[in-house]
């Protein structure tokens, strides 16, 4: 991947009132508005409106909360260390209980397509839940899918879902059948992984690991498809002939042109045209580790979490950030390869 001449952009954005008092876990736009949804270690779940920089709501859990996704704009889902999914509705400021794992609940998404919310948790099981089943847990779990080890990440697009734990291993699901991975594969990176994303044109997902780099992996089995796939150095620092390498913590696609920003431990966010391999920006440094990304859905803001992830254990760092950035186009837009002149 090329990273000659990226130009960087001045100013970290805007940073919205009222953060997380400790470590940010994940930050989400909805997809109907410019609302923003943010989980934290502090056992928080708060609503942003970012245009108005305003704390809409908020839920305090009963330990850490690992992850959030929306369900519609006023609503969403928590993924808590203490082993429980939660549902939240903003608008009346209720919450219930809609399901447990047997260990901390890593990762939740909802799954338009198939009406569900679908977790991942330590205990090493993915679930997946009917929200509509309103008669008790017992109603809402539609399945439990054991997996080689602990979840770490998931992503869907369409009706399949990415799940990546850990031991590198990659499974890929069809939500429409989900008693056995579609694909299972090993992660192509030698080092644990930290992040999976799945490219918006539903083609493959983006993995990144702990020690600096980015794959991008194709679902299509075919070898065409498969030697498109390639890996990526990034977020690393050279100094004195020394490298310094640091986690990718965060990968979030442009919903319109499919380009793709990374975050790292090392406080830069890079933004990457994955077809044509080039590096098209980076932004100017911030304060703290990158611990979540967040397009909006018009791709015309990025939600930016500067937020220590304790990779160097604990120690003195800055106060836990989120700023608003306001996306521009060259930032984010592929740039077209140059023709060769006519002979």
Known sequence: MSAAAAPAAVGSGKELANPPADGISNLRFSNHSNNLLVSSWDKTVRLYDADADVLKGEFVHPGPVLDCCFHDDSSGFSAGADHTVRRLVFSSSKEDVLGRHDGPVRCVEYSYAAGQVITGSWDKTVKCWDPRGVSGPERTLVGTYAQPERVYSL???????????????????????????????????????????????????????????????????????QSKKYAFKCHRKSEAGRDTVYPVNAIAFHPIYGTFATGGCDGFVNVWDGINKKRLYQYSKYASSIAALSFSKDGHLLAVASSYTYEEGEKSHEPDAIFIRTVNEVEVKPKPKALAAPQ
Do not use: W
Request: hydrophobic content about 30%; aromatic content about 8%; some cysteine.
């Open 155 to 225: 992503s869907l697009v369409g009706n399949r879902l990415v799940v990546a734990t850990a031991g590198r291993h990659v499974n890929i699901y069809d939500l429409r059948n989900m008693s056995q991975p579609e694909q299972k594969r090993d992660s192509s990176l030698k080092y644990q992984t930290r992040c999976v994303r799945c490219f918006p044109n539903g083609t493959g997902y983006a993995l990144s690991s702990v020690e600096g780099r980015v794959s991008m992996e194709f679902f299509d089995l075919s070898e065409s498809a």
